[in-house]
């Protein structure tokens, strides 16, 4: 049989149904072995970015694993940077690499290429991988392939890339005798030790203003429902990072917000004031702690929960960490059957009530201009309770986290670690092909959006029923902000150098449907219109340049006291902790 054979026949024992690439000479076996298949389709995409994003998007939907395959050289350094983002994020994906021949490779020689195209991918993402391999022995295909998902899935999860020879791919094998790959025992111990956990319930039980942070572990771990379980049970108010945003229903009572940053305020202040920080998978990175981490949550006793034991007394020091997978220590929690008191914390659930009161996420605009708060909550009312909502890097992003109430089993999918922007559109793609019939929206800025719009033909190729919302604000909004407050409005590559095509004549040329809204009192009906059918279409929304994202956190500045700054007599009054002195140096 040959390998390139093996290599697609593996991949369907896996339940892979789509692989995303741009084709090239050194894949040309792989592709051909694809050809005719009816078990597994192919979808070209038009950029290897974009092929690496699609198995991202399609891997972070599926729950599974994703497959992106590009050509030696230029093909495999397009995919980098989704390679990068899965490691970032946990995302567990396979990332193939035609090469050229084995005889053609430098290996350790001194020059710098032999083969045309040569290119060593699998070093030059070695510390973006968990694994990357440059396969050089026909019979070594079973064992690299079934070591390679083996670990990508394995907790923490994350990418692996397998590179693979044109002599290899065409080389025969005999599929009965190859070396198989048999999993080493896994280092996390069996059980939680049950001092602990018992030592956490007698914190839980003595906390006056306990709060969860649900990170993006809860997700990957599949803890969601044992979350919701935990928290009926004790009644334990829920925030979320960008990362575990869709990992409890914001509908839920008990739900307090996204933290960090660029978190709702009232998030901020719940964090702040509290007495107990179950922090539970999340590696509480800065945009979450502020960049001072020694003022986060300095008045609560913190248990931090993770399975990936380097992030536990990283940048917060814990009172007491846990390297666990949390779906298995929320469960052994639960199954301990304590009982907690559930009216010894009524008074901060409704002093949280107050905070969401204050200070919302979103006001009902004035005038006729689009807010774009406010036009994400409008926005979550069209969507369906299961629809996956793929999320660019920006404003957008951040008024999408701070604003769209997230419900039933929505999902919410962004990248958090590498932040590319163009990463939507290809997310989505993936996820479409991974979850057939759902409704898949893109929330994307006019920057971003230009990254990936090649992609548009990808999406009309196969009549992708993908919603694009793109806020245009006709300027890389984000950076704008940050020059305009500490850049004294020098707006130098944000607005000055920066141009936008007619978005929808470009969308036409896509054969897209594309509209246009500039003003509030569109937004409902065109909101109706783009939810309407099945069909690819584009939603242009007008937004004012010097649009905002507020609350954000300024450098040096504790989690509780984001910009704009509230007069200090209320942030006081705010307040179950010290007040810190201002910052020296801003
Ligand atoms: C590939 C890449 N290049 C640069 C950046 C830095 N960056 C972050 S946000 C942003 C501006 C995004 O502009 P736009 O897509 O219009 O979104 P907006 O902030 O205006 O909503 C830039 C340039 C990035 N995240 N990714
Ligand atoms: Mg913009």
């Not at 693979?164 to 009965?176: A, D, S, V, Y």
């Not at 981490?293 to 929960?305: E, S």
């Amino acid at each position: 049989m040959k390998v390139s054979d093996y290599v697609v026949d593996f991949l369907v024992s896996k339940g892979i149904t789509h692989v995303f690439e741009v084709c090239g000479g050194a894949l040309a076996h792989l592709l051909d072995s694809l050809y005719g298949r009816n078990d597994i389709s192919v979808v070209s995409m038009h950029h290897e970015m974009a092929a690496s994003m699609a198995a991202e998007g399609y891997s972070r939907a599926s729950e599974n694993f994703g497959v992106a395959m590009a050509t030696s050289g230029p093909g495999a350094t397009n995919m980098i940077t989704g390679i990068g983002s899965c490691f970032f994020d946990s995302i567990p994906c396979l990332f193939i690499t035609g090469q050229v021949n084995t005889y053609e490779f430098k290996f350790d020689r001194p020059v710098r290429q032999i083969g045309f195209q040569e290119t060593d991918i699998a070093n030059i993402v070695r510390p973006l991988t968990k694994k990357a391999t440059l396969i050089t022995e026909e019979n070594k295909i079973r064992y690299y392939l079934e070591e390679s998902i083996s670990i990508a899935k394995k907790a923490r999860s994350g990418p692996v890339l397998i590179d693979i020879p044109l002599n290899i791919q065409r080389g025969f094998i005999n599929p009965t005798s190859l070396e198989s790959y048999s999993e080493k025992t896994t280092q996390i111990a069996d059980a939680i030790d049950i001092c602990v956990l018992q030592d956490v319930v007698n914190l839980i039980k003595s906390s006056k203003r306990p709060v969860v942070i649900a990170g993006g572990g809860i997700r990957l771990s599949k803890a969601k429902n044992v979350l919701l379980e935990f928290i009926s049970k004790t009644g334990i108010p829920v925030v979320t990072s960008l990362m575990g945003l869709d990992s409890f229903p914001h509908d839920h009572p008990l739900f307090a917000g996204m933290i960090g940053t660029y978190g709702n305020r009232y998030a901020n202040l719940t964090v702040a004031n509290s007495d107990l920080v179950l922090a539970l998978g999340t590696r509480l990175d800065t945009r979450q702690t502020g960049t001072r981490p020694d003022t986060f949550a300095r008045g609560a006793r913190i248990v931090h929960v993770d399975i990936d034991p380097s992030e536990l007394n990283n940048k917060v020091k814990a009172d007491c960490i846990i390297n666990a997978d949390v779906k298995k220590f929320l469960t052994e929690l639960i199954e301990l059957d304590f009982e907690f008191n559930k009216n010894r914390i009524l008074p901060w659930l409704g002093k949280i009530e107050q905070f969401k009161d204050r200070y919302p996420a979103f006001a009902t605009p004035a005038g006729d201009a689009i807010e774009p708060n406010h036009f994400m909550h409008i926005l979550s009312d069209f969507l369906p309770d299961d629809a996956i909502i793929c999320v660019d890097i920006g404003q957008n992003q951040m008024w999408a986290a701070q604003s769209l109430v997230i419900k039933g089993t929505q999902r919410f999918l962004t990248q958090g670690g590498m932040a590319c922007m163009g990463s939507a559109l290809p997310m989505a793609i993936g996820a479409c092909f991974a979850k057939p019939g759902k409704t898949v929206v893109v929330i994307a800025g006019d920057g971003g959006i230009q990254l990936s719009l090649q992609e548009l033909q990808t999406v009309y190729h196969h009549n992708l029923p993908i919603k694009i919302i793109m806020l245009n604000n006709k300027c890389y909004g984000m950076v704008r902000q940050f020059q305009e407050q500490y850049f004294n409005r020098r707006f130098q590559s944000t607005v000055i150098g920066y141009s936008n095509p007619n978005f929808q004549d470009v969308v036409k040329a896509y054969r897209i449907d594309a509209m246009k809204i500039s003003c509030n009192a569109e937004t409902s009906s065109a909101l109706h219109k783009l939810f309407s059918n099945q069909r690819p279409m584009f939603l242009e929304v007008d937004i004012a340049m010097e649009s905002k994202v507020a609350p954000k956190l300024s450098v040096n500045r504790p989690i509780e006291d984001q910009d704009p700054f509230l007069p200090r007599e209320e942030l006081k009054s705010n307040l179950f902790i010290d007040m810190l002195a201002e910052p020296e140096t801003l």
